[in-house]
């Protein structure tokens, strides 16, 4: 457990390949293993720099877990790896067709009455995310097979901008659907 190892990306903190694609069964195993080893009450009898360090470590590890274990945020600490680039992401812009797709969506939302009304309009949602998300998977896997071009990483940029909104858009039905019980 060093300072230099914190400075690893969160795949490599796991010791998974910078990829899409994890085996989120091995990351949650991974994580309860660091974590144990890391977790600062192991460390209360010992120096306070070892204390601060333990504390540093049990922080990456559970910000990794988090990251690395969400299809949406694992894809935009992707792009920033890829990118060398934090902020890409946020000047890559969706289509203007998308985002009047997103307007009628949400006034479509705003418009249900029944609760069945809302399970379909959530199954279709649920429906769209899982396919924006296997795009995603296949724009990393041809970036990863091909080299990196600017094009393909703006590519990238914006379908994970489509998948946010979608996934923020389900996540509201989902909470319409929730009062309504």
């Known amino acids: 457990m060093s300072n230099a190892q914190l400075s690893k990306n969160y795949f490599e903190l796991f010791g998974f390949p910078i990829d899409y694609d ?3 069964l091995k990351l949650h195993a991974c994580y309860k293993a660091i974590q144990q080893r890391v977790h600062p009450d192991r460390f209360s009898g010992q120096p306070e720099q070892q204390q601060r360090l333990a504390m540093q470590w049990a922080s990456a590890v559970n910000d990794a877990y988090h990251v690395l274990k969400n299809p949406l945020s694992r894809s935009v600490y992707l ?16 289509s203007s067709e998308f985002l009047f797709e997103q307007m009628e969506l949400r006034e479509a939302l705003a418009q249900l009455h029944s609760r ?15 396919r924006q998300e296997a795009g995603l998977k296949k724009l990393f896997q041809q970036i990863k097979v091909q080299s990196e071009q600017g094009g393909e990483l703006e590519s990238v940029a914006q379908t994970i901008q489509e998948y946010r909104y979608l996934s923020k858009l389900l996540e509201e039905t989902q909470s319409k659907l929730k009062a309504s019980e």
Do not use: N, P, Y
């Open 116 to 130: 069945a009304q809302a399970v379909e309009f959530e199954e279709r949602l649920v429906d769209r995310v899982r």
């Open 22 to 24: 994890v085996d989120l």
């Open 79 to 94: 792009l920033a790896l890829k990118t060398g680039d934090d902020r890409f992401l946020e000047r890559v812009k969706v």
